[in-house]
């Protein structure tokens, strides 16, 4: 059975840090396209970073640049997103997802999300305090 969890979430004021997980089984990462969503109370689910399983190249969306960082340890089977000067406006469920299809990440610049996705988890919570 796939199956992606999530872990890593919590409070933390603004400023801070936090590591999120991503731990899969019934598959391996390997050379498959990995994305971190986010869905704020109210909005929208959006997407925050993926990283292609063809080559590596990442994407993060514009709010978030030169913030957080996507990479993964295939040794781990785990993916990472690393979150740093975190603000109130990055609250939010935060879901890892991967497309076991595609070796590109599929962006969709106008909602800005990543599309194509087969398998998610179901979501850390991350609070940030002001």
């Known amino acids: 059975e796939v199956q992606l969890v999530e872990s890593g979430g919590g409070l933390v004021q603004a400023g801070g840090s936090l590591r999120l997980s991503c731990a899969a089984s019934?598959?391996?990462?390997?050379?498959?396209?990995i994305a971190w969503f986010r869905q704020a109370p109210g909005k929208e689910r959006e997407g925050v970073s993926c990283?292609?399983?063809?080559?590596?190249?990442?994407y993060y969306e514009d709010s978030v640049k030169g913030r957080f960082t996507i990479s993964s340890d295939n040794a781990k089977n785990t993916v990472y997103l690393q979150m740093s000067s975190l603000k109130p406006e990055d609250t939010a469920v935060y879901y890892c997802?991967?497309?076991?299809?595609?070796?590109?990440?599929?962006?969709?610049?106008?909602?800005?999300?990543?599309?194509?996705?087969?398998?998610w988890g179901k979501g850390t919570l991350v609070n940030v305090t002001s």
């Open positions: 990283m292609a399983g063809s080559d590596g190249s990442t």
């Open positions: 019934g598959f391996t990462f390997d050379d498959y396209t």
């Open positions: 997802a991967v497309d076991v299809t595609a070796g590109v990440c599929r962006v969709v610049y106008s909602h800005y999300t990543f599309i194509g996705m087969d398998y």
